[in-house]
C-alpha cells in the first residue's frame, strides 16, 4: 500500500487542513503499565502541514528518538506506532485536549496494556520556546496574529520569520527541532532582531487555517506595516525570511510592503506543481522505488491536478483510488487484513484523508503559483540558500531556476548551497522527511553564518 499512496501522502506531507491537532505538538510524559510495573515513555510530537508525527524514549530500554508514525486521528482518537525488534507497536489513545493527556491501551505481540502520558508544561513552548522575547499580539484583516518579538538591545535590521507550509507554530516545530525557535536566537546574538509568529489557528493566532498563499501574503502585509509603525525608531532596515512556501509568501507581498532584502530558505523557484512532482521522483528514488510504480504515481497526481484545477467531481478519483486500494489489502497477509478492521470504513478514512488536502483552497493557490512572475520583478537584495540534500524542495532544479531568473532579470540575487543539508538545514544522512526526528536538533555548519554574512552586506 505504500507504493500506490505514496504520490498523495507527498503533497499531503506539504499542506494542512482538516482538524486541527497543533495542540497535540509539544512533550508529553508518562508510562505503560505491564504486569504491575510502569515502563517510561516520552514522546515529542510534532504538527506539520496537517500531519502528526514525532519520536519515542524508553530510558529504561536505552532506546531513543525512535520515529512514530500517526495512522489515525479522527476527533479525540489517536493512533500511532513504532517499529520493534519484533514488529510494530501500537498506541490506541483518546485526547483530552483540556486536561492534556492521552490515555489508551499499549498493543504489541498479541498482547495489550494500559498506558497514559500527559503533555509537559508548554508555557515556554506558548512563548515562543525562548526564554528572550516579547509575546505580541497583532490585528490583520484575517483576525489576530499572536508571535514573538525578539529586539536587540540597540536599533538593527528586523528580521520576520515566514513558516513553510501548513498550520505551523511561532518556532516552526518539526519532529521536535525549533527552527525558528533555534534561528532567532541565533540571530539576537549576532546583533539582529526577529519577528515569529504562529500560524492561522495554530498557538494564540486566530483565523482560518485553510487559507490561500495570497490571503497569507495579505496577513504579512499587515503585520509588516504594524511592526514598522509600532517599532520604528528600533528597525534599521526591513528583512523578510521566508522558509519554503514562505518564501512565496514573501514575493507576493513584495510590492505592496517597503522592504529592503528577502532570504528564501529552502523556498522554490518553480510552481507547486512541478515541486511535488519532484519531490516524488527524488524521493521514490531514494527508497528504491521501481520507476513502472513512479510513473503511475506521477499519472495519478496529474489527475488530481486537473480535477483541482478545473474545479471537477471528485466522485472518480476516489472510485479509482477505492478499487486499488481495495486490490492491494486483498493481497496482504490474513492476520494484516484482520488488523486493519471492517474494510470499507478503512479504505474511505483513507481516501479522505489523503485527498483532504488537495480539495484546499491553499492546495490549487498553491500548485497554479509560479514564483518566478513576482521574484523577477524584484529590485531589492535577496539571498537563496538551499540544502544540498533537500529532498522536499530540490535544490539542483530550483537552483538552476533561480540562476536563469538571476541572470536574465539581471537580480541582486545571492544564491548558496549548504552541504549536506536537509529541508530543515539539518546536517543530514538521507535528507529524507522520515530522519528528521533522528537526526541532532542544530542546524548544518554555515547555514546561519551564510544568513548573517548577507544580512551584513546590506
Do not use: C
Not at 494500559?114 to 508544561?121: G, H, L, N, R, T
Not at 486483498?330 to 483532504?356: C, H, K, T, V
Not at 520583478?377 to 535577496?382: C, E, H, K, N
Amino acid at each position: 500500500m505504500k507504493y500506490l499512496l505514496f504520490a498523495i501522502t507527498l503533497f499531503t506531507a506539504q499542506t494542512v487542513y482538516g482538524q486541527n491537532y497543533s495542540d497535540v505538538a509539544g512533550e508529553w510524559t508518562g508510562s505503560i503499565e505491564i504486569n504491575g510495573q510502569n515502563l517510561t515513555t516520552e514522546f515529542t510530537f510534532s504538527y506539520q502541514d496537517g500531519e502528526l508525527d514525532g519520536t519515542i524514549d524508553i530510558p529504561q530500554q536505552m532506546a531513543f528518538n525512535m520515529p512514530i508514525e500517526f495512522t489515525k486521528a479522527e476527533g479525540d482518537s489517536l493512533i500511532f506506532q513504532f517499529q520493534t525488534g519484533t514488529g510494530v507497536a501500537v498506541f490506541r489513545g483518546i485526547w483530552e485536549n483540556s486536561e492534556s493527556t492521552i490515555s489508551g491501551m499499549f498493543e504489541q505481540m498479541n498482547t495489550s496494556y494500559p498506558f497514559s502520558i500527559e503533555k509537559k508544561d508548554d508555557t515556554l513552548a506558548d512563548e515562543g520556546g525562548t526564554s528572550n522575547g516579547t509575546d505580541i499580539a497583532i490585528q490583520t484583516r484575517a483576525g489576530q496574529v499572536s508571535g514573538t518579538l525578539l529586539m536587540a538591545d540597540e536599533p538593527a535590521p528586523l528580521v520576520i520569520l515566514l513558516t513553510g507550509s501548513g498550520s505551523q507554530d511561532r518556532d516552526e516545530t518539526v519532529a521536535g527541532f525549533k527552527i525558528f525557535g533555534q534561528l532567532a536566537d541565533s540571530l539576537y546574538e549576532y546583533g539582529y532582531s526577529s519577528f515569529r509568529y504562529d500560524d492561522r489557528g495554530v498557538g494564540r493566532s486566530t483565523g482560518e487555517t485553510d487559507a490561500t498563499i495570497y490571503d497569507l501574503a495579505q496577513d504579512l502585509e499587515d503585520i509588516v506595516l504594524h511592526l514598522q509603525e509600532e517599532y520604528g525608531s528600533s528597525i534599521s532596515k526591513t528583512v523578510l525570511l521566508g522558509h519554503s512556501q514562505g518564501g512565496l509568501v514573501a514575493a507576493i507581498s513584495s510590492d505592496e510592503i517597503s522592504i529592503d532584502g528577502i532570504v528564501f530558505m529552502g523556498a522554490p523557484f518553480l510552481p507547486g506543481d512541478e515541486i511535488i512532482n519532484n519531490q516524488i521522483k527524488s524521493i521514490s528514488e531514494a527508497q528504491g522505488i521501481e520507476d513502472e510504480i513512479v510513473e503511475q504515481n506521477l499519472e495519478f497526481q496529474q489527475r488530481i491536478y486537473e480535477v483541482v484545477r478545473n474545479e471537477d467531481d471528485w466522485g472518480e478519483i476516489e472510485q479509482d483510488l477505492y478499487d486499488r486500494l481495495e486490490e492491494q489489502i486483498n493481497e496482504l497477509p490474513e492476520q494484516q487484513r484482520e488488523a486493519l478492521g471492517d474494510m470499507d470504513s478503512f479504505i474511505r478514512s483513507q481516501i479522505n484523508r489523503q485527498l483532504a488536502a488537495a480539495k484546499t483552497v491553499w492546495f490549487k493557490s498553491f500548485i497554479e503559483y509560479d514564483p518566478q512572475s513576482d521574484i523577477s520583478d524584484l529590485g531589492i537584495p535577496m539571498l537563496a540558500i538551499f540544502g544540498e540534500m533537500d529532498s522536499q524542495v530540490i535544490a539542483e532544479p530550483n537552483r538552476a531556476k533561480a540562476e536563469s531568473l538571476k541572470e536574465d532579470s539581471d537580480l541582486n540575487l545571492t544564491i548558496v548551497e549548504i552541504e549536506s543539508a536537509n529541508h530543515l538545514f539539518q546536517q543530514s544522512n538521507t535528507g529524507l522527511p522520515s530522519e528528521y526526528g533522528m537526526l541532532e536538533k542544530r542546524f548544518a555548519d554555515g547555514f546561519v553564518e551564510e544568513i548573517v554574512e548577507w544580512l551584513r552586506s546590506l
